[in-house]
């Protein structure tokens, strides 16, 4: 009798001759890029170092594309963003001690976010390990200890024989909800070591998936059944998992207000007339959510930013679908839902009873009008009108990366994303220089779109380097500076609770006469001028810089009230 799977293990003859006979000159570095492209990667970020010069080598005996950037931390905000348009795993090569260091802003960044990134770093030669002081360059007594409180997992290999099955069991890692993060370490030797390990073709790309307990959603359907008032808080989660249309049926079987946390941007309509919006960050809201008897909050662990800074307390029942173990009911108890978001509404599709209930789109709409009438209140047209002015130039279907800037703040709670998986910030971790290496990641995952990168001038000189990577590459990116002559929020701040800012104040670059030493074209715009100027800039292919000279303002925070 033939099982199914003796035939899948039986190698054709072709098959055992090419594995009898490899190719001759390969090494540690050509599994490494084998096995990659084994898996299903086809573009790889990073940057060269001594150590790491045996996998960049293989890079030419590969079809895998790199995307060389400047610094290590770009190169982590590129392959960062690179996984959260793709939903892929995003190789990123690193050299060994400082350049792997450097790279850990980006990689926390990629974790509070859950961005599926597989860094695979080089090491010290195998003789240098274990702790000694042997002298090598970039030596540390134990460079994974470094990520290990960073990154999802950490793969170690010491033999070439070692190198498919730990990036294989790293890529799955990366690639199980919650995505994140992952680490490779290789040493020198290994990478330069000859191999007659036969061509890596092949590799299980595929993690297992994280399904809800069916207990939990039986239980969790009929409090939403027979809830007065549900409501519902949307995270990054319902993005991340491609699950904007199964909340969406379900908020409107259930006639629950949708409100998205700055990570969920787009998960839900924002025109939907069951939708709150983002305006989180907002007591208006924080008081509707808080008198919904029940509420379900989906892919959030209702940190910082969507708890309106933990002042949010919830009389009601919580029911919190989430895959992250550790954010499950961390800040409030709840029926915790360990799952993808995408299978636990699902779940809860099949099993909830159609609610009716006409007053829902009039309580929401009541809601939205206080907010409006709020800010409103504060003389803030500037920077509502800055907003309105990108939204009508960036393409629909365009994503945006933005920087930690007074316009993103806004961004988070008062722009359109017009669909999930178009806008995105660095709030998980909340480092600067973020979004214009994280745009240029993304326009390399699609070169078909322009991307916008918005950020200020002190964000910005972060990752001005950037500008050779974007014209190397002609990637199609536009970015939007906000010079303000400092770090304006931190000055607003510091204002507000001292009275004066210290610190805050910047000597800048003329970064219109910047951009066009690259070779990138700059134009320097105007609050009047800005939406016909950006939506040439991103009209035009190639990169380019628009600078704006203007001092924003932030709306008043109601969480210190």
Known sequence: MTHDHDLVLRPTQAQTDAALNPPAGRNGGDLVVETLAGLGATT??????????????ALRRSALRYIGLRVENNAGFAADAYGRITGEAAPLLLSTGPGALTSLAALQEAAAASAPVLAISSQIPTPGLGGGRHGYLHELPDQSASFRGVVKSVH????PSQIPSAIEAAWKSALTVPHGPVWVEIPQDVLLAQTSIP??????????????????TAVAAHLLSHAERPAIIAGGGVVRSDASGKLKRLAEVLRAPVVTTPGGKGAFPWEHPLSLRSWIEDRHTTDFLEDADVLLVVGSGLGELSSNYHTFRPRGRVVQIEADLGKLESNHPALGIHA????ALQALLETVRERHDETAPDRVREVLVRVAERIDAQELTLEQDLLASIRRALPADSPSFWDMTILAYWAWSAFDAKGPNLLHSAQGAGGLGYGFPAALGAAAADPTRPVLAVSGDGGALYSIAELATARQYDLNVTWLIVDDGGYGILREYMTDAFGESTATELTRPDFVALAESFGVPGVRTSPGTLEADLANALAAPGPSVLVLPAVLRMFAPTHLS
């Open 44 to 57: 790889v970020f990073g940057l060269p170092g001594q150590h790491a010069l045996g996998v960049f080598d």
């Open 156 to 159: 170690q290999v010491r033999t």
């Open 199 to 216: 061509v890596v073709t092949g590799g299980d790309a595929f993690p297992d998936e994280l399904a809800p307990r069916p207990e939990l």
């Open 340 to 343: 993808d978001a995408r299978l």
